[in-house]
């Protein structure tokens, strides 16, 4: 839902992205042609479209530069992932581990937040300790840990490359 009067913005954000971080502007292109509705709807209430797009943006940096898979692969595993995060049972599981997924009206935060949220609230856990790997295959499956690991261990450089985004 970005107005086409806006495509300068957003172009100059994915090229700045692109060139502070290992990550390319095609890349990101794809990613957001093939998530970004999914993240677009679990997003929560975002004032401008375009914070959604650069906090997609920054998530998927975040996990490209780790993990150097390509961005066909990543934008369907976070379909899962952004999925799963906002599932009830998903929230309830993670209450137990001290993360509340909701606002104080009960309302989902938003993938962002959400995301944010677990990645402060994981770290102090190894990637082998189990709490960390059961909300890991909580969010993602077996099919998707490659993504939902680098999502939570490397939040810093999705805020990085947001703000980045943002700057652009």
Known sequence: NIAASQSEAVLGSLNRVSKKFA???QDLIAAVRRAGGVFAISAGEIEKPIDALNQFV???TAVRSTTRETAETIATGFR???TRIQRPKTIEF???????LTDTSGKFVGAYEAIARLSDALKG???GDIRF???AEQLGGFR???KVIPLLKEFKTAEE??????AG
């Open 23 to 25: 990550v390319e502007s």
């Open 58 to 60: 920054g998530i998927f």
């Open 80 to 82: 899962t992932i952004f």
């Open 94 to 100: 993670l209450k137990q581990f001290g993360v509340s």
């Open 125 to 127: 856990l190894e990637q």
């Open 133 to 135: 790997i059961k909300i």
């Open 144 to 146: 998707q840990i490659g």
């Open 161 to 166: 490359a947001r703000q980045a985004a943002i």
